[in-house]
């Protein structure tokens, strides 16, 4: 069995495969002051919920888009499981042909979401990540990963509208039942998911014009649930393509 972790910016996930098929997927809170032992506990409490037997887990992999985490999860997962974990960096094989200034720039989760998507779906491809951030990446028709578009993510916005606001309160993120609200929660629903999808919608045009092709258009991240609802264009909405991708990586890099 492999332990798989993605540390995104808000949450980190623990994937549990067992040979290519996920059996479970448990969030904590991503957190910059908990230690090494606070992360193992966090661990040890969450193999002992979905009864994870530990001695059958042979390996993990870790994707950090937060370096100062990497280093206490990593400590972790060895302490309470005795495995050093791979960690997807400049370095690891990924198969993946990355045609940007930098590629040690790039966030490795947009890494394993793309090498996911090559394994599963046809190129070209655009992933729409909508997490802390909303990512898009650009795959061209031989899988090379072209660029990747950022901007601010939904629970970012709806942050941003309530903190730095008088009058705009938190709300409940559901799908207001018309995008012309009527009152100031059916406004700021509408301007958050409605928004979001024809921001997707829009980018979704925009790229695979600039890419000359049709592509598959694929969605992930927690917020993809809640806004592909509102989009016109068919997306795929792909629950765990980040972990899938880590699971083939560490495939890939076994001795
Ligand atoms: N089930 C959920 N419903 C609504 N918001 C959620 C849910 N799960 C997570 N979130 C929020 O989604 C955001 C990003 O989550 P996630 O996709 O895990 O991104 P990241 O990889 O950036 O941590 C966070 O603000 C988190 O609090
Ligand atoms: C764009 C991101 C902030 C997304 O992070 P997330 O929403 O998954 O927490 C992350 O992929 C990142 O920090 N990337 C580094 C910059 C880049 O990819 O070019
Ligand atoms: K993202």
Redesign the pocket.
Known sequence: MLLAV?I???QITFGIYEGCSLSYAAHVVTDHRLTADQYAISLHQILDLYHVNRALLSGSIICS??PELTAPIAEAIHKLLGIQPLILGPGVRTGLNIR?DNPA??????VADAVAAIAQFPMPCLIF???????ISVLNQTGTLLG?S?CA?VGMMQEGLCSRTALLPHIDLTMPDSPIGRNTVQAMQSGLLYGAAAMIDGMADRLTETLGAPATLLAT?CYAQKVLPACKRAFLFCDHL?LDGLRIIYEKNKK
């Open positions: 993605e995104g910016n808000s888009v937060v940007i720039q790039l966030g490795s989760d947009l990540d909508l997490g802390t951030a909303t990512s990747v950022i993510g991240g980040l």
